[in-house]
């Protein structure tokens, strides 16, 4: 899934710098918080920068460490704004010297990145080459639960799967590089793992100097083998919930196998938003406008697509344009490897892919939830509500991810990738 808290600084064509989009300013007791004047952004500067100072004071009573001087807390209404800005791609924030690039309202993503700000601050204590794996791994070690879930738990989790790869090879490696090879190996939150025994084991002045360049020997005694071991032997007698388990096997597009209280997803959308039956108008009948060579067909009210390849298979469904509307299809899917969406257009679009719920907006994600990904074959209950230019995205009832998206009125749109994904009852209420 891509990752929130993924500090992966790919180069792509900016808009503008931020200092001359960020001109908004205020001051807390450590940071300077810029923002883009009339932005969403702004509107939460004074909260993010509070909740930032708190964050800072955490971190360092936590590394026993407070550094000199004052850092730079960049704001932006979301990932899309962040990337077109900075020229940054594939990443959900990162930080850079004193300053730190962020969308407002994320509490995990901006104490990651606080962690990153304060810790670059060490003192070099010896001259032995550190990588990424340690970088990623104690901003992801102080924060503990990620996503929701503790990073012993992930790591345990492939310890049992026989799939966590031996410690040298992420400390020999370059770490988004082997990021970038192994996708959807969740590789920060088993970082995180190592990087907290070796604070719960050896402490923080150990880990620190460890952390700034003194070799292993010296910092604990021993070196990375006998670490390793120690480390394993810590997950091994990690007492891990089932509910974690399954849920950590859901986010491998595996079945789960949840026990849901209310199966029926009407009963958690809210009634201003099921309106009554006679609000929808079914879709199933309009004619089918494919963007591709798909050959879409009609089982009874069903609406059916099937096709392999790397690209996504849209169908516009009639010609009529909505704007201000909620979309709503039960999509059942067979062997389905990348995801299904409804859309209205190209700027709005409701995604449930293989690494989560997502916002999209003309290529870029502008919210995501990992709470829910496409099963392979299964059932979705997809529900996308467009207004004012925000789009909400429910799954099987639940309102997982919303962010901003394009207003222009569009046609309804169904979509797949790498499968058979088979759309019942696809229907459209206006919004007025």
Known sequence: MPRLLALLLLV???????EATHTGHLKTARLDVR??????AGAAAERDGAMAERDLKDICARLSFTPDGRFVLYLYDDVAELSAITGTTGNAGFSAGRETHLPYGNDQTRYHELVHLVAAQLPKSGDEARGMFLVEGLANALLGHVHGVHVHAVARFYRDRKELPPLKTFLAADFYDWLRAHAGFNAYDVAGSFVLFLLDTHGVEATKRYYTGTAATVAFGCDE???????????????????VSMLLRERQGEAAGFDVYELDPDK?????????????KALSGEKLAPRDKTAWQRDGTALVGSGTGDAWHICDLGSRKYRDCAVRARVKTEN?????QLQ????????????????????????????ARVPITGTVDLLMIRRGG???????GFRLAEGPCDSDPAPVGIGFHSGTARFEDVRVRELR
């Open 225 to 243: 083998r006998k670490l390793e071991e120690a480390w394993l032997a810590v997950l091994d007698a990690y007492a891990m919930l089932p509910e």
């Open 390 to 396: 925000r789009l909400e995205v429910w799954v099987d």
């Open 344 to 371: 209205l257009g190209d700027g709005c679009q409701a995604l449930v892919v293989a690494n989560g719920t997502f916002v999209y907006r003309n290529g870029t994600g502008t919210a995501m939830s990992a709470a």
């Open 268 to 280: 958690r959308i809210p009634a201003e938003i099921l309106g009554k039956p006679k609000d929808w």
């Open 12 to 18: 792509a064509p900016a808009l503008a710098g931020p």
């Open 336 to 340: 389905i490897l990348g995801g299904v």
């Open 35 to 40: 923002y883009r004047p009339k932005s969403r």
